[in-house]
């Protein structure tokens, strides 16, 4: 079994930053992807982001283009979302997931995703 190990969390104001992280088992994702997915209560869970491990590839939904960044770090085997200038509509679980093969490009779709993590709350008040 793949876990996926979730931190950074928690609370912000509204226009504060966060950090996110999420640790793999080291060469699972080396071929792969990592993106990181939200669900806010009562609404589907949406793609955020996402990653070839060592960075070459990125994929932003529209939603957080030019305020978050998906980066990796290949030797340590993580991936990190940094969250700028939020909002209560970024208020959500966040969901970091792994994707062992790409097929050619980064996906938005979770079914795409073979592990994900448990799951990182972020609460944005106003």
């Known amino acids: 079994q793949v876990h996926l190990v979730e931190s950074g969390g928690g609370l912000v104001q509204a226009g504060g930053s966060l950090r996110l992280s999420c640790a793999a088992p080291?060469?699972?994702?080396?071929?792969?992807?990592m993106g990181w997915f939200r669900q806010a209560p009562g609404k589907d869970r949406k793609f955020v982001a996402a990653?070839?491990?060592?960075?070459?590839?990125?994929r932003y939904a529209d939603s957080v283009k030019g305020r978050f960044t998906i980066s990796s770090d290949g030797a340590k085997n993580t991936v990190y979302l940094q969250m700028n200038s939020l909002h209560s509509e970024d208020m959500a679980v966040y969901y970091c997931?792994?994707?062992?093969?790409?097929?050619?490009?980064?996906?938005?779709?979770?079914?795409?995703?073979?592990?994900w993590g448990q799951g990182i709350r972020v609460t944005v008040s106003s």
């Open positions: 990653t070839t491990m060592f960075g070459a590839y990125t």
């Open positions: 080291p060469h699972t994702f080396t071929s792969g992807a």
């Open positions: 997931a792994g994707e062992i093969r790409t097929r050619g490009s980064l996906s938005s779709y979770p079914n795409r995703y073979n592990y």
